[in-house]
């Protein structure tokens, strides 16, 4: 069956270290979302994909970079890790359609001591 | 300015009862979709229904069913019989725009807990 899976599941760092969060889907869709959620805020969005080396800021990119090489990944980069950055990470995958309902990865814990 | 707004943080039903989970939208583009995903405490994003802007019917899935009025902008969610495993976290969400350049955005949430 396709998914879309999230590694690590749990990710301990200390401020100032670059973390890479991974996304892996294999539903073949071209459209891919990075959010952020906090208590009080929803999901917020990073950085979105509509396809290959297709990149774009999304409402809270500042210390957030994604690369969009292949179809299957788009891993997010937090260049220098802050408190203001612990949170649970979601991806999100969709195909474009009618709906363009969401497929989401089962989430990322990222704590920045 | 916020572009969906769920008012409701937290609500309370009694199990078997109905409840509706409020939401409003504020878009100027005519080609729109409202979503509601359900959050259970173990995290996860479920998708549960969906609404297209010129959808004529309200959307309907098993308990779940959209309010949609278009022109008071507002996507009501209305879960039918409540169960004690509906109580979760619920995400409006909407896309503007036509399939595939679109950005979805979400509300802040209403948090559903189901007396027995």
């Known amino acids: 069956d396709a998914e879309i899976t999230q590694s690590p599941r749990h990710k301990i760092t200390e401020t100032g270290r670059q973390v890479t969060l991974a996304c892996h889907q294999t539903?073949?869709?071209?459209?891919m979302f990075w959010y952020r959620q906090d208590l009080g805020h929803g999901l917020r969005l990073i950085h979105y994909?509509?396809?290959?080396?297709?990149?774009n800021k999304g409402e809270v990119s500042d210390g957030y970079s994604v690369s969009r090489s292949n179809t299957e990944d788009l891993p997010l980069t937090l260049e220098s890790a802050a408190s203001s950055q612990t949170s649970v990470y979601f991806c999100a995958s969709s195909e474009t359609g009618d709906s363009e309902k969401l497929f989401f990865g089962s989430g990322t814990q990222l704590s920045v001591l | 300015a916020q572009k969906i707004t769920q008012t409701q943080p937290g609500m309370f039903v009694q199990e078997k009862e109905a409840v509706t989970l409020d939401c409003t939208y504020d878009t100027s583009d005519p080609s729109y979709g409202l979503f509601w995903y359900k959050q259970p405490s173990s995290g996860e994003m479920i998708f549960l229904i969906y609404?297209?802007?010129?959808?004529?019917q309200n959307a309907t899935e098993g308990r779940y069913s959209l309010n949609f009025q278009k022109a008071r902008k507002s996507a009501n969610l209305v879960i039918s019989a409540s169960q004690l495993g509906d109580s979760a976290m619920y995400f409006c969400?909407?896309?503007?725009?036509?399939?595939?350049?679109?950005?979805?955005?979400f509300g802040r949430g209403t948090s559903l807990i189901v007396h027995p």
């Open positions: 539903w073949n869709h071209n459209n």
């Open positions: 969400a909407m896309r503007e725009g036509a399939g595939g350049s679109y950005i979805p955005t």
């Open positions: 994909s509509y396809g290959v080396q297709d990149t």
């Open positions: 609404q297209g802007s010129y959808d004529q």
